[in-house]
Every structure is written in C-alpha cells, then in structure tokens.
C-alpha cells in the first residue's frame, strides 16, 4: 500500500500563496501524482496533475497560471505551489497516485489508487 502524507494547508487571505506538500516515502517514478479539492456539498475536482513521465505540471482551467506542481525525489515529495489564491480555492486538498502507461497523467478520481488523508486550504478575508 502506498502512503501519501498532505501537509501545508492553513488559511490565507485572497491574493496569497501556499505550498501543500505531498510526501511519498516509497515515491517511483511509476506514479504520477494528481492534486483534488472538495469543497462542502461539492464533488471532488481535479486543480493539477504531475506527471512522472514528463516532469511536467498540468493543470485545469480555472487554475492555470496560478497553481503549478513539482516534485522532489531527494525528498520523496510532490509539491503543488498555489499562487493569487482565490475565495473559490477553499477545500480540503487531496495528493493521490495513480499509474498511467497511456497518458502522462489524469483529472479523474477514479483513476487513481491511493490517496492521502487532505490537507484544508481556506481563502479568506
């Protein structure tokens, strides 16, 4: 079973930065690790993905050019930098891992299969 420990989260003003951490003490560079939030009464939703493959940061719509991941395997870490944080950002934030042969990375829960316990993120004036 792979372990995945979040960490990082707070509360923040809008317009602020954070670092959420994702720690994997038994990281590969068979994984790639995709970032979600939920939000109350909401379904989970993808912000980004890295991508083992490539090394490269993906990341969806409503985010993008504010969020931007990396990884660490010196630190057996993937870390999502989130930048000009907004109200909507709030949630808890969840790193999974997941494999995919086909594809550098995934949006979808589905296909990941292991996951961290979440980390809360609160954007708030």
């Known amino acids: 079973q792979l372990e995945l420990v979040e960490s990082g989260g707070g509360l923040v003003q809008p317009g602020g930065s954070l670092r959420l951490s994702c720690y994997i003490p038994?990281?590969?560079?068979?994984?790639?690790i995709g970032w979600f939030r939920q939000s109350p009464g909401k379904e989970r939703e993808a912000v980004n993905c890295y991508s083992s493959t490539d090394g490269n940061s993906h990341n969806v719509q409503s985010v993008e050019g504010r969020f931007t991941s990396s990884a660490s395997g010196a630190e057996y870490s993937v870390y999502l930098q989130m930048e000009n944080l907004k109200l909507e950002d709030s949630g808890v934030y969840f790193c999974?891992?997941?494999?995919?042969?086909?594809?550098?990375?995934?949006?979808?829960?589905?296909?990941?299969?292991?996951w961290g316990q979440g980390t809360q993120v609160t954007v708030s004036s």
């Open positions: 038994d990281f590969s560079g068979y994984y790639s």
């Open positions: 999974a891992a997941g494999r995919f042969p086909y594809a550098s990375c995934s949006f979808v829960p589905s296909e990941y299969s292991h």
